[in-house]
Every structure is written in C-alpha cells, then in structure tokens.
C-alpha cells in the first residue's frame, strides 16, 4: 500500500473518530466511546505507517487540512452544525495552504 494511501486511511479513520467522540456524551456511552478510542488508535498507527515516506510537516500538514474539513462536513451532516460564512473562509485558507505544502518540494 503506498504512503498515501496510509495517509487517507489515518485521515478517515480520525474523521470518524473525532464525531464519535461527540456522540460519547462525555464518555458516558460506551459504544461510541470505544469507536472513537479505536478509531484514534488505528488512525495513529497509519499515520505512522504514512510517515516512513512522507515528510512529518507535509503529512500533519495534509492531515490536519483534509481533517478540518470533512470532520465539518460530517458535523453538518449528523449533528446539523452547519458552519458559518468566517469558518468557511478560515476552513478554505487551511485547504489551500495544505496545497500549497503538499506541492512544493521537500
């Protein structure tokens, strides 16, 4: 599997993570409290994998970048926290700036 793909999986699996962890209600439901601890973990352990080819900087780059965004998609979607016009433009500026890292040369 290559690096990227890794990445991709790190990155799915932190999305669904990071909305289980608000379904945990604090932790007190143990269904999505375990999703989102197993979730974390696997999401690491790509991560991990991602990193024996991808520079560290570009790979949280991209991480973080392509995480912001489908977690409030996700958000928007399941919990209805439609995100407003600021967070939309700050949400693109983060995007666009993990283009940019991930185009240019290590």
């Not at 209600?25 to 989102?36: E, I, M, N, Q």
């Not at 520079?55 to 970048?65: M, R, T």
């Amino acid at each position: 599997m290559t690096p990227y793909a890794y990445l991709a999986i790190a990155i799915i699996l932190e999305v669904v993570a990071t909305n289980a962890l608000k379904a945990t209600d604090g932790f007190t439901r143990l269904g999505p409290s375990a999703l989102a601890i197993a979730g974390y973990g696997a999401a690491f352990f790509c991560l991990a994998l991602a990193l024996r080819s991808i520079p560290v900087g570009a790979a949280y780059a991209i991480w973080a970048g392509v995480g912001i965004a489908l977690v409030a998609l996700v958000a928007a979607v399941v919990y209805r926290e439609v995100p407003n016009l600021p967070t939309l433009l700050g949400m693109g500026l983060i995007v666009a700036g993990v283009v940019l890292i991930s185009l240019s040369p290590n």
